[in-house]
């Protein structure tokens, strides 16, 4: 479990730079989709549906949010992956104790 909380944070850290990036933009690079969105939106794609929730995307994540939103309801995305849902609250992982103790 101490393993997912760090790797879990610093998910999160790395985000803050993009979501600074995205402050003013709706792209990463120009004005229109590249496939430096594409890559980005897919790579996050997991990780907003299960660990970043609610509340954490609301107040840190706004711009990233809003980027991924707009990018997976375009038509192309939408008829590949349909309706994508972002989690409310965040998955936890279930940890078996035995494996978790250092040896």
Do not use: W
């Amino acid at each position: 479990m101490r393993s997912f909380s760090i790797a879990l944070n610093q998910l999160k850290k790395t985000l803050i730079p993009v979501e600074k990036h995205l402050q003013l933009r709706n792209f990463l690079v120009g004005y229109s989709l590249t496939l430096a969105d594409l890559s980005l939106v897919v790579t996050l794609l997991t990780p907003l549906q299960t660990i970043l929730d609610k509340s954490f995307r609301k107040d840190t994540i706004p711009n990233l949010t809003r980027y991924c939103t707009l990018i997976l309801q375009g038509k192309a995305f939408t008829e590949v992956f349909g309706h994508v849902h972002f989690s409310k609250k965040a998955l936890q992982p279930i940890v078996n104790k035995k494996e978790e103790q250092p040896m």
